[in-house]
Nanobody, 124 residues
Framework: QVQLVESGGGLVQAGGSLRLSCAAS????????MGWFRQAPGKEREFVAS????????NYANSVKGRFTISRDNAKNTVSLQMNSLKPDDTAVYYC?????????????????WGQGTQVTVSS
C-alpha cells in the first residue's frame, strides 16, 4: 500500500503561481512513476503531468506545457508540481497518483494509488 497526501493548494489570481506537493508513505516510493491529475466541477479527471522514478521520463498535458513543472525527490518521498502563469481554466481539485509500473503514463486507469486531492482556484 502507498499513502499519498497532497498539499499546497489555494486561491491565486490569474498569472500567479502555486507549488503543490505530494508526500508518499508506505511501499518503496522511488520505484513508482508519479502523476498529477485534476478534476474540475462537472468534468472528468484529466492528466496534468507524470514523472518516472528516475526522472528520466516526464510528460505534460498540452494545456500545461511550458507553465507547469513536475519534479520528485526520492530521498524525501515527495513529488511536486510547480504551476506558473495560472489561468482560471486551471481551477480544479488536483490529485497525486502513483503508478507501480513506472511508465509515467497519462491515463487515469493506469494509476494504482491516489491522494485525496487539493483544491486550486484561480480567479480572473
Amino acid at each position: 500500500q502507498v499513502q499519498l497526501v497532497e498539499s499546497g493548494g489555494g486561491l491565486v489570481q490569474a498569472g500567479g503561481s502555486l507549488r503543490l506537493s505530494c508526500a508518499a508513505s508506505g511501499r518503496t516510493f522511488s520505484w513508482y512513476a508519479m502523476g498529477w491529475f485534476r478534476q474540475a466541477p462537472g468534468k472528468e479527471r484529466e492528466f496534468v503531468a507524470s514523472i518516472s522514478w528516475s526522472g528520466g521520463r516526464i510528460n505534460y498535458a498540452n494545456s500545461v506545457k511550458g507553465r507547469f513543472t513536475i519534479s520528485r525527490d526520492n530521498a524525501k518521498n515527495t513529488v511536486s508540481l510547480q504551476m506558473n502563469s495560472l489561468k482560471p481554466d486551471d481551477t480544479a481539485v488536483y490529485y497525486c497518483a502513483a503508478d507501480v509500473t513506472d511508465y509515467a503514463r497519462a491515463a487515469v486507469h493506469e494509476y494504482d494509488y491516489w491522494g485525496q486531492g487539493t483544491q486550486v482556484t484561480v480567479s480572473s
